[in-house]
């Protein structure tokens, strides 16, 4: 079931802004990737965002310079940062984390549940 906690969905006018929350029930070891996949119905998961355990971030060319990705290690919370916020960026958006449980070893992944972002006027 859900293993990644996510808040922060709603309902936000266009050029509105959002921060969405991604907490672990604790620290993860050895974390590859950190990524945001939103989804709209009858499509597959899109990919937005990504940060490697270094800090470097990668974006889609539709959020690059809207969306950013930062962490909090103190509360096991990633966040997505989305300002001026577009229609085309409704979805629902679930978190990813990519890690190791023993360095070298096979990558495993956690998800959440998903958080709806639905931007309207």
Known sequence: QVQLVESGGGLVQPGGSLTLSCTAPGTIPFINTM????Q???KQLEW???????GATNYADSVQ???AISVDNTKNTVYLQMINLKPEDTAVYYCNIGYRPRPGGPIRSIWGQGTQVT???
């Open 35 to 38: 990524a945001w996949y939103p």
């Open 40 to 42: 709209v119905p009858e």
């Open 48 to 54: 937005v965002a990504s940060r490697v355990s270094g």
């Open 65 to 67: 310079g809207r969306f």
């Open 119 to 121: 931007v309207s006027s």
